[in-house]
């Protein structure tokens, strides 16, 4: 009788555990999930924003090839314009002469005072022709050489705000941040797996090639390890952040060995103060603020 009063009691205990075990698993089981949602719905806006960043480049890259065909055209026909004048001239220039010779072996053997008024008056023609030829060639050239300038104008406008001033010196940098427009921080990344932070960016050099001067870099942005291989030196890496108005630029202007000295550029001010001031357009620093009184860049440790 005391044996099955025990065993009664164990099978109630065991009875009751068994729907909290359940009832744990359920919890962990919902939480699991909707883990599993946010990763994947925060992986979808990374891709869009890749997918964004990918065709913005695109478009700027179409950008700059198209104005350079049309640069590359311009240039080609002022070439052929000036090798057609140069013909021209040295066809008219022999037609005039040989016109000029003409009449004076026919004035030989004619009247000699008819013949050569004849004689002055055709050549006299010819060079007013050649001159207004000539006027006509040199104001197409004129055109031809504004148009030219206006187009490389415009190119390296372009090419400004697409990819931005670069520094390649220490002194370029400190003229760069004179202007009071960005931000920039120095550093100085060894060969290493450990993270450096710089500026708004944490950052780890990889590899550093002196032959070939380029290096791969690994990069922490917004909580998203990215990776940039065989980067040029001098080619600036474009990375847009969450808290940033503006991209932020990594630009690297020496390379040695396991070592690479560069700069990280970032905007000034952040979309919290642009809203701020409803949109209106910003002074630069350097407009109120004398060059000499901006101090120079600190490497940034």
Not at 138 to 162: C, I, P, W, Y
Not at 224 to 249: A, D, G
Not at 274 to 297: E, K
């Amino acid at each position: 009788m005391e044996e099955y009063r025990e065993a009664h009691e164990n099978g109630s205990k065991t009875g009751t555990a068994q729907p909290s075990v359940n009832r744990w698993l359920a919890i962990a089981a919902a939480l699991l999930l909707i883990t599993a949602g946010v990763a994947f719905g925060y992986a979808y806006r990374q891709q869009l924003l890749v997918g964004h960043l990918t065709a913005q480049e695109t478009m700027s890259n179409a950008t700059i090839k198209e104005m350079q065909g049309q640069l590359d055209t311009v240039t080609s026909k002022l070439n052929e314009m000036t090798t057609a004048q140069a013909a021209a001239e040295a066809a008219a220039k022999t037609r005039a002469q040989n016109a000029h010779q003409t009449e004076k072996n026919a004035a030989a053997h004619t009247g000699p005072r008819r013949n050569a008024a004849v004689t002055d008056k055709r050549y006299k023609q010819l060079q007013a022709q050649l001159t207004e030829q000539q006027k006509q060639l040199k104001d197409t050239q004129d055109l031809v050489a504004k148009n030219r300038a206006d187009l490389e104008g415009n190119l390296s406008s372009t090419r400004d705000e697409l990819n931005g001033s670069i520094a390649k010196t220490h002194e370029e940098l400190v003229t760069l941040a004179r202007r009071g427009e960005r931000s920039y921080f120095e550093f100085d990344l060894t060969k290493s797996k450990q993270f450096q932070r710089v500026g708004p960016l944490t950052m780890s050099l990889r590899k550093a090639d002196t032959k070939h001067k380029n290096y791969d870099l690994e990069m922490i942005v917004d909580d998203n390890q990215l990776t940039k291989k065989k980067v040029n030196l001098y080619e600036p890496i474009w990375i847009h952040t969450e808290n940033e108005s503006q991209p932020v630029q990594v630009v690297v202007n020496r390379v040695e060995k396991n070592l690479v000295h560069g700069y990280v550029s970032a905007p000034k001010y952040k979309p919290s103060e642009l809203a701020a001031i409803g949109g209106a357009s910003l002074t630069p620093v350097s407009a109120h603020t004398p060059a000499t009184t901006q101090p120079p860049p600190n490497p940034e440790q």
